[in-house]
């Protein structure tokens, strides 16, 4: 869906992105993560096709982004860290003006309005300014004027912040219901557990260059015959007690007081079950057993090497 290659973009005086290359691929959710500084916003902008690079190239669906922006802006929709909100217009004028702005006639544009207010709960706000919203209607109205023409990828930098629990947990729920509906998403943000709800993949950026890209999954990059799964006990034991049974190399994390165990076991059904067996007889209080999938943050700390293709 997106194709980055050897990516390079100045400030003055200052490499902001120094030879990116990857491929986003369509229907994923990546969440795109990295120290103040990595180079995040300047990648979404590029990406945007509002800052011109270097060197290097951008492709989405084909279409090189530097080369033919106007016809990429028909699929692509964006949301700043700092948007701005037409303060003159309702949420409903906002809406439409977002909606010919994008190219689509007036009767198209009138249309969906209502269909995205409704999906994004704005119907009871149509009449109000941005000044009479909410900072988490706000931002529900820029993300609706961002896929008001509905586009096949969708750019977020850092949705969630200044949003209060209730508000994330809204913006994880959207986020999923667009993904639902095929969109790509990439979507920064500092907070990586809130990137776990919708997230399938994860780009990391340090100086300006890919440190790690890839799926977030269940089987283990380096040995994929191996997935994650927690282990929930009868009763919490002993760490030490704990280690004199699980071998410590299949751990992921050992929990610890209700906390399940994080453990790497056998893709196999039938050799895990003659692990399991061989925990039970050993006095291992087995209470359940659930797949797990790799967090954000695991991920992260593991540090993948990136991966070209982006998609291992
Ligand atoms: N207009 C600018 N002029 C010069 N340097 C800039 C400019 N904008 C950003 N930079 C520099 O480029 C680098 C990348 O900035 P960018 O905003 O893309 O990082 P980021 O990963 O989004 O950071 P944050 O997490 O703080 O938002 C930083 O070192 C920053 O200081």
Redesign the pocket.
Same mark, same amino acid.
């Given at each position: 869906m997106i194709a980055i290659t050897d990516l390079i973009f100045e400030?003055?005086? +200052?490499r *902001?992105?120094d030879g990116i290359s990857l491929e986003i691929p369509a229907g994923s959710v990546t969440a795109l993560v990295?120290?103040?500084? *990595?180079?995040?916003?300047? =990648?979404?902008?590029c990406l945007a096709g509002l800052e011109q690079p270097l060197s290097g190239q951008v492709r989405v669906r084909g279409i090189d982004v530097a080369a033919q922006p106007r016809q990429v802006h028909r699929y692509l929709g964006y949301l700043s860290?700092f948007f701005g909100l037409y303060e003159r217009l309702t949420v409903a004028q906002g809406l439409e003006y977002a909606a010919r702005a994008m190219g689509l006639e007036r009767h198209a544009a009138q249309a969906r309005v209502p269909q995205v207010a409704q999906q994004l709960d704005l119907l009871p706000l149509l009449e109000r300014l941005p000044s009479q919203l909410s900072r988490g209607q706000r931002q529900r109205l820029a993300i609706g004027q961002a896929i008001i023409h509905q586009p096949a990828v969708l750019l977020l930098?850092?949705p969630a912040s200044g949003l209060d629990p209730e508000a994330r947990s809204d913006l994880a729920a959207l986020l999923r219901q667009l993904q639902a509906q095929g969109m790509t998403l990439i979507v920064?943000s +500092?907070i990586l557990s809130e990137l776990d709800e919708y997230c399938t993949h994860l780009l990391a =950026?340090r100086g300006?260059q890919v440190e790690s890209h890839g799926a977030l999954r269940a089987n283990r990059d380096d040995a994929p015959q191996l997935q994650l799964f927690a282990l929930e006990l009868g009763q919490s034991l002993p760490l030490e007690q704990l280690r004199a049974l699980v071998d410590a190399d299949s751990v992921q994390d050992w929990g610890g007081g209700d906390q399940p165990l994080l453990l790497w076991l056998p893709a196999a059904a039938a050799q895990r079950a003659a692990l399991l067996m061989q925990w039970v007889r050993a006095g291992l209080p087995v209470a359940g057993l659930y797949p797990q999938r790799e967090s954000v943050q695991q991920r992260y700390i593991r540090r993948l090497p990136h991966t070209k293709e982006g998609a291992p």
């Open positions: 400030y003055p005086g +200052h *902001a992105l990295g120290p103040n500084g *990595a180079g995040k916003s300047t =990648l979404l902008r860290d930098d850092e920064s +500092h =950026l300006g």
